[in-house]
Nanobody
Framework: QVHLVESGGGLVQPGGSLRLSCAASGNFFSVYDMGWYRQVSGTQRELVATITGGGTVNYAESVKGRFAVSRDNAKNMVFLQMNDLKPEDTALYFC???????????????WGQGTQVTVSS
C-alpha cells in the first residue's frame, strides 16, 4: 500500500532555512497534486503550499516569497524549501499526496505522519 515518508524537520533560528522532503512509495500508477500543510496545537490544519501535476504552485499568503515547493515526478517526491523562517512557522508539517492506482481510477488522498519544524524566538 501507499506510504509517505517525510524528513527535514528540526530546530532552526529565526531567519534560517530548512528543506522538507516527502517520498511516496507503494503500488500506484501516478501521483497528481502534492503539497504541504501545517498544524499547531489547538488550531486547524492549514495549507502551506501545493503543486499540481503540471507544476502550478500555490502558497499561503503568510509564506509567499519565503517558501518554495517543488517536485520530482520520477521519484514521486515533493519538497518544501523554507527560507527566512519565523517563530510563527513553528508547526507540525504534513505531506499531502493525491494519486491514482490505474489510468482510469479515481484519485485518492494520502497524508504523511508529519515532521516537526521549530523556529526559536
Amino acid at each position: 500500500q501507499v506510504h509517505l515518508v517525510e524528513s527535514g524537520g528540526g530546530l532552526v533560528q529565526p531567519g534560517g532555512s530548512l528543506r522538507l522532503s516527502c517520498a511516496a512509495s507503494g503500488n500506484f500508477f501516478s501521483v497528481y497534486d502534492m503539497g504541504w500543510y501545517r498544524q499547531v496545537s489547538g488550531t486547524q490544519r492549514e495549507l502551506v503550499a501545493t503543486i499540481t501535476g503540471g507544476g502550478t504552485v500555490n502558497y499561503a499568503e503568510s509564506v509567499k516569497g519565503r517558501f518554495a515547493v517543488s517536485r520530482d515526478n520520477a521519484k514521486n517526491m515533493v519538497f518544501l524549501q523554507m527560507n527566512d523562517l519565523k517563530p510563527e512557522d513553528t508547526a507540525l508539517y504534513f505531506c499531502n499526496v493525491h494519486l491514482i492506482y490505474s489510468p482510469i481510477s479515481a484519485q485518492y488522498e494520502y497524508w504523511g505522519q508529519g515532521t516537526q519544524v521549530t523556529v526559536s524566538s
